[in-house]
C-alpha cells in the first residue's frame, strides 16, 4: 500500500511540502554562526582563552570535521536502506545531539585555560559531527526526491532559503539577547523543523541496492567512488574554486566595513541582513533564470554578477555607506544562485550516474567536504595575507587599507572569474559530449 507522504517526481512541489522539508535548513544553518562566528569571540573575550589558541584549535576542528565527511555520507547511505521512521528517528537523535553539545558549549562545566581547551575541542568536534550527519540526511532527503532540472532546483531553494533566515535570526539573537536565548531559539526550531520533517514528502527506501553499486563492490571503493567520476570531479572543482571566493569576503566583511568603510555596528547590522535577506528572497528569480537558460547558465550569470559587485566594492571610500547597501542587496542575489543552482546539478549527475537511491550519501560526503574546507581554506588565506601585506585591524592609513581591499574585493573577483571560465571549460563547453554533466533541457 502506497504511504499518504509517497512522492512522485513529476509532480510540481507544493509549497507545503517544499516548507515541510526545507524548514531543517534554518536551524542547522543556524547552528553554523554560533559555532564558527559567535563561539570563538565568546571564548576568547568572555572565558579568557587566547585568541590565537582559539583559532589554532578552531582549525584543527574543522580538519577533522572535513575529513569525516565522506564516512558520515557512507553512514547515511546505509540510513536510507532502512525505513523512513528510522531515518526519522536518527535525525531526531543527532538534533538532540547536537543541541546538547550546542549548550555544553556555550556553559561549559569546567575552568582554567587547559581544561577549557580541551573542553572546546572534544565539545566543537561532538556538536560538528553531529551537525555534519544531520546536513547530510537532510541533503540526502533531498537529492531521493528526485524531478527534473527545475524541481530540483525548487527543492534545492526551499532547503537553503529557510537557511537564510537562519542565519539573519543566528546574527540578531546573538548581538541582541546573547547566548542562552540564542540557544533556546535554536533548539525550538530544530524540533519544528525535525516534527515539519515528518510532513516531508517521503523519498523512495529500499533494503536492497541496486545491481553494480553496492553488490560484491569494497566498501572502500563504495567510499571513494564518486572521485572516480570525471562529471563529478569537475564540477567538485568549480564548486571549491567558486566557494573559496565567496567565503573570503564573508570572513573579511566585518573588518572591511569597520576600517574601510568606517561604518557604525547598527549599519554593519544592517549589511548582514540586507545581504541574507536578499538571497533568500531572489530564489524564485533564479528558478526562473534555470527554466529559461539552465542549470549552468544561471551559475554563471550568479558569479559574474558577483564580480560586478566586488569590482564596484574595490572602488569604494570611507564613508561610502549607502552604496555598499547596494552592493549587499546584489551580491545577495548572486549569492542565491551559489545557493540554489551547485546543489541542483549535484543532485542531476548524481541520477545520471546511477547512484541515487543507493551512493548518494557519499557523493554528498565529498560534497560538504569541499564546502568545509572552503571555509577553512578562506580564513587561512586572506588571514595571512593581510598580515604579510601589513594590515592591522583598526587601521586607518591608506598604505594599511589597500591590503585589505585587494582581499576582500579583489582577490574574490579574481576567484569568481576563474571558477566561471573552469564551469565554461570543463561543464558548458563540453557539455554535449557522452560524459556530459547534464543532459540537454529537455531532461
Known sequence: MTHPLSWNPSQVLPWRAGLAYGLLGLPLTFAALPLYVVLPHYYASNLGLPLASVGALLLLVRLMDAGAEPLLGRLSDRLYRRTAHTVLWV????????????????????????????????????????????????????????????????????????????????????????????????ALALLAGWLALWQAPRPPFSAAP????????????????????????????????????????????????????????????????????????????????????????????????????????????????????????LSGAALGADLAVPGALLALLIERSGAQGTNDGAYLGWWNLATKLNLALAAGLALPLLGLWGYAPGARSEDALLPLTLAYA??????????????????????????????????
Not at 565554461?424 to 560524459?435: F, H, K, M, Q, S
Request: charged letters at 10%; proline letters at 6%; hydrophobic letters at 55%.
Open 91 to 186: 535525525v531526531g537523535a543527532s538534533a538532540l545531539l547536537l543541541g546538547g553539545g550546542m549548550a555544553g558549549l556555550f556553559f561549559p562545566p569546567v575552568q582554567g585555560p587547559g581544561a577549557l581547551a580541551a573542553w572546546m575541542v572534544a565539545g566543537l568536534l561532538f556538536t560538528c559531527l553531529a551537525h555534519s550527519l544531520l546536513v547530510i540526511a537532510h541533503q540526502a532527503w533531498g537529492v531521493r526526491l528526485g524531478g527534473d532540472t527545475v524541481q530540483r532546483s525548487r527543492i534545492v531553494a526551499w532547503r537553503e532559503g529557510p537557511g537564510l533566515l537562519g542565519v539573519v535570526t543566528a546574527s540578531a539573537l546573538s548581538v541582541a539577547w546573547g547566548a542562552g536565548t540564542m540557544l533556546g531559539v535554536f
Open 210 to 329: 541496486q545491481e553494480g553499486h553496492e553488490g560484491r563492490e569494497p566498501r572502500y571503493r563504495q567510499l571513494w567512488q564518486p572521485l572516480t567520476q570525471a562529471p563529478f570531479r569537475r564540477l567538485l572543482a568549480v564548486f571549491l574554486c567558486n566557494g573559496i571566493a565567496s567565503a573570503i569576503p564573508a570572513a573579511l566583511m566585518l573588518f572591511f566595513a569597520q576600517d574601510r568603510l568606517q561604518a557604525t555596528s547598527p549599519q554593519i547590522a544592517l549589511f548582514l541582513v540586507l545581504y541574507f535577506v536578499s538571497g533568500a528572497l531572489s530564489m524564485p528569480g533564479w528558478l526562473r533564470v534555470v527554466r529559461r537558460f539552465g542549470l549552468e547558465r544561471a551559475w554563471l550569470a550568479g558569479m559574474l554578477l558577483a564580480v560586478a559587485c566586488f569590482g564596484w566594492a574595490a572602488a569604494l571610500q570611507g564613508g561610502q555607506v549607502a552604496a555598499f547597501a547596494v552592493i549587499c542587496v
Open 410 to 443: 579583489v582577490l574574490p573577483c579574481a576567484l569568481k572569474l576563474l571558477a566561471a571560465a573552469c564551469l565554461y571549460l570543463l561543464i558548458l563547453r563540453p557539455r554535449a559530449a557522452p560524459t556530459a554533466l547534464v543532459a540537454p533541457r529537455s531532461l
